[in-house]
């Protein structure tokens, strides 16, 4: 009988530690994770009698919408089973100090109703980053002052220097939230040596105390499309291959960021894999947050939309027309608002002095002269109708001796807008032999047609090496070696070979979406060691060199 109840007792004993083993197996935290809220309090909004959606500004951010924005996103957090909200910066529009108060008077509200923990880390936009700040604005000791109940006064260590912090979460888990900004800066990001050391400190803390850190930064940790750090430099933070193998070392594997207002999610492959879930803004198209269940596992995201807002205390200048597109159809308002921004956006990123700049050419050489004259006039192209007998990007393709695609479109700037959401939503799937872009190719080469007949030989061999330079040796060579195998492949002219290759590895995580997806996702959890590796990284580089070729084959065969 002894012997009896004694086994009985061991197997009891044995399946309760199991029991327990594969409760803490799928117990973590849950948390919603916003970013670049832009929180602003305006009273009136500017005059938009020349066009239905210009009262907003670029890339059609509504900061004008942002505090009935912000009350949708605190509401769905509230009725959530959330643990945790985690906000990555951006928090207001502007370093303005009376902002941030009002914003961490929200917070607190938020946090006293629901007994949810709030974690913050600043933006470009939170603090001042060039020169002294002034009474009524936020520097670093003022922003950790301002949003210390969400953070600050939780810290297990505060960095000095920087508003960066770590905090206790549940169940084996630890945030590191990482001050990104570069100071004196225009916006851009970057880690500095004291600040990679003080986290190697918090890294070797929570190493030693058996947690796991998960990282909220706002600046991206590493390139979401191949050219993003060409392009756009101020989005990727400078040191983005350094960090991004000390993060791997480190063990940091999971990084939520913002600040380029797109959903994407992007992956470093080494000792560790790392993986950057950059979040859209929450007030600008199409208006998303993230929800995080973490495990031991793995960790699923899932991206959930503001798709209606309270109109009932909207600040004055909307008219009643755009007050009822609001309540309507609130995300084809906000779309609308970004396609309208998308092309104030890129109409001043593309000037003539910035291609010069990047080009790394003399401003007064007949090269830098060419693109002054060129660029303009190529953009008030962009504006031209689609479709018509005179006057259209049409017609000019019937004068090259082509036809324009048919579409829905108005304008070529329509196209760019287009595809520019859906990269902002995420999970964009527009490959180069898709009819959207065949038919932005078709328009480009319609518009550079249109303006490029006046120049001569000299200057475009000229202009070639000048985008090569800006492209960088990396780039460019991984786009000479394809364009080599794109030669032999197919009897073309080196220069077509090379065209091929440049659209195809310009498109790439832009309007073809990479793996893993960007939306909803599950992704291996810190126990889940499976697919890291060195390895793994060349055998996805690789991986995406084969697709690229194989894309160029669909397209060869696919017109023959």
């Not at 202009?463 to 070696?481: E, H, N, P, Q, V």
Request: aromatic letters at 10%; hydrophobic letters at 40%.
């Amino acid at each position: 009988m002894k012997k009896i109840l004694s086994v009985t007792l061991c197997v009891a004993l044995v399946l309760s530690v199991l029991g327990t083993a594969a409760f803490a197996a799928e117990d973590g935290f849950k948390a919603f994770i916003a970013t670049d809220i832009h929180y602003s309090e305006l009273d009136s909004v500017p005059g938009s009698d020349d066009d239905f959606y210009a009262v907003h500004s670029t890339l059609g951010l509504q900061t004008a919408l942002s505090p009935q924005i912000f009350d949708e996103f605190l509401s769905a957090a509230a009725a959530s089973d959330v643990d945790y909200v985690f906000l990555t910066g951006d928090l207001t529009d502007k370093s303005d100090w009376q902002t941030a108060v009002h914003l961490s008077e929200k917070l607190s509200a938020f946090a006293e109703a629901t007994g949810k923990q709030v974690f913050v880390i600043n933006g470009n936009h939170d603090t001042v980053n060039s020169g002294e700040a002034s009474k009524s604005q936020v520097d670093v000791a003022t922003f950790k002052g301002v949003y210390a109940k969400f953070g600050y006064s939780q810290a297990l260590a505060v960095d000095e220097n920087t508003c960066s912090y770590t905090a206790e979460l549940k169940n084996g888990y630890r945030l590191i939230a990482i001050d990104s900004c570069l100071r004196p800066g225009d916006g851009s990001g970057e880690l500095s040596a004291e600040l990679l050391s003080w986290i190697d400190a918090q890294v070797k803390q929570a190493k030693s105390d058996g947690v796991k850190l998960v990282a909220l930064m706002h600046h991206g940790l590493m390139e979401h499309f191949k050219l993003q750090a060409t392009v756009a430099p101020q989005y990727v933070i400078h040191n983005s291959e350094e960090v991004c193998a000390k993060f791997s070392e480190w063990g940091i594997k999971f990084v939520f960021t913002g600040h380029f207002h797109a959903n994407d999610v992007a992956i470093y492959r080494g000792k560790t894999n790392v993986y950057d879930v950059e979040t859209t803004s929450l007030s600008c198209y199409p208006c998303a947050y993230r929800s995080v269940d973490f495990s031991g596992k793995e960790v699923v995201i899932e991206t959930k939309n503001i798709t209606s807002i309270a109109t009932d205390a909207l600040p004055e200048g909307y008219t009643e027309a755009q007050t009822a597109a609001i309540e309507s159809d609130f995300t084809g308002y906000t779309y609308g608002c970004t396609a309208h921004g998308v092309k104030n956006l890129a109409s001043s990123y593309i000037s003539a002095d910035r291609i010069i700049s990047l080009m790394k050419l003399d401003p007064e050489s007949d090269e830098a002269s060419a693109i002054r004259e060129l660029v303009p006039a190529m953009i008030a192209d962009l504006d031209l109708p689609l479709y018509g007998e005179e006057g259209s990007v049409e017609a000019i393709a019937a004068g090259m001796g082509y036809e324009l695609s048919e579409s829905d479109f108005a304008t070529t700037w329509d196209v760019i807008a287009y595809l520019a959401a859906a990269h902002f939503a995420g999970d964009e799937d527009y490959g180069s032999d898709s009819a959207v872009i065949q038919l932005l190719f078709e328009c480009v080469l319609a518009v550079f047609g249109n303006n490029s007949q006046a120049l001569s030989s000299t200057v475009k061999d000229s202009l070639t090496g000048g985008f090569f330079r800006a492209l960088g040796s990396d780039k460019l060579a991984d786009i000479m070696t394809y364009s080599n195998i794109m030669s032999k492949i197919r009897i073309v002219s080196p220069f077509e070979a090379l065209t091929d290759s440049l659209v195809d590895y310009a498109l790439s995580g832009i309007t073809v979406d990479a793996e893993p997806a960007d939306n909803n996702v599950t992704l291996p959890g810190y126990d889940n060691t499976a697919d890291d590796g060195v390895f793994m990284r060349f055998i996805h580089k690789f991986l995406d060199f084969f697709r690229m070729i194989l894309n160029y084959l669909k397209k060869l065969f696919g017109a023959v």
